[in-house]
């Protein structure tokens, strides 16, 4: 289970130190790509290839699936991880999710999210200040 919120540095050659409580569910590598709401999402394979599967299986005559699928496969890249538990996240995923030197690994149960430390503490309060009315439409879908 990926769960938890960990601050860490990207160091000067792009490397990352993922969690060892994570480390220990990705098991010996994982696949990093990009995310929804400019992060990366780093998946242990078996996952990704689950995921992957169902994109590929979707119409290709969809544009919104052929762009969702896009967007996640064709940034998608395997990664695994040195000796001091490290990925080196390529230069166009840094680009994208705009990481600098401090970085948040945010575990999301199945996945983990990688954000810029700005972003995700802006993130986490517009949405702290929404949480009532979240949880209200989680409500009345029957989820919480």
Not at 62 to 86: C, H, I, Q, Y
Not at 113 to 122: F, G, L, S, V
Request: proline share 3%; aromatic share 8%.
């Amino acid at each position: 289970m990926l769960i938890g919120e960990y601050t860490h540095n990207l160091d000067p050659k792009k490397r990352l130190s993922v969690p060892a409580k994570m480390r220990t569910v990705l098991g010996k590598g994982a696949v990093i790509t990009r995310g929804l709401d400019a992060c990366l999402f780093l998946f242990p394979v078996a996952q990704w290839r689950s995921l992957a599967e169902k994109l590929s299986a979707l119409p290709i005559s969809n544009a919104d699936t052929r762009s969702f699928a896009r967007l996640l496969l064709s940034g998608a890249m395997e990664v695994g991880f040195d000796s001091l538990g490290r990925i080196l996240v390529p230069d166009y995923l840094k680009a994208y999710a705009g990481l600098d030197r401090q970085v948040v690994v945010a575990g999301m149960y199945t996945r983990l999210e990688i954000w810029d430390a700005a972003r995700w503490a802006a993130y986490k309060q517009r949405i702290e200040k929404r949480s009532d009315d979240i949880a209200q439409k989680l409500g009345d879908l029957g989820v919480i």
